[in-house]
């Protein structure tokens, strides 16, 4: 069992920058691949950016060269990096661990960006 709980969402500027923080709990974290998706209002859940218990990482077209996907398994910690923010990245933003059959979401952090 996998307990995953995203911080750093709040209200920006076109052009500013966030930092999105997953720590996870409960399990052997390393083990586990993450990723960051979002949900804008009206719209389906989309992955954002994805990083495997290898290490190996892709991003959605709409965020490449933007966002930055990390992960530190000492700290049971993934990050998400955001900048060059636009208005159409505002969603709620959640974390996600999954390995097999087993997935795991946090409860999400709202992202606005906004003049």
């Known amino acids: 069992q996998v307990q995953l709980v995203e911080s750093g969402g709040g209200l920006v500027q076109p052009g500013g920058s966030l930092r999105l923080s997953c720590g996870a709990s409960g399990s052997i974290f390393s083990i586990y691949h993450m990723g960051w998706y979002r949900q804008a209002p009206g719209k389906q859940r989309e992955l954002v950016a994805a990083i495997t218990s290898g290490g190996s990482i892709n991003y959605a077209d709409s965020v490449k060269g933007r966002f930055t996907i990390t992960r530190d398994n000492i700290k049971k910690t993934m990050y998400l990096q955001m900048n060059s923010l636009k208005t159409e990245d505002t969603a709620v933003y959640y974390c996600?661990?999954?390995?097999?059959?087993?997935?795991?979401w946090g409860q999400g952090t709202q992202v606005s960006v906004s003049s």
């Open positions: 996600d661990a999954n390995r097999g059959m087993h997935n795991y």
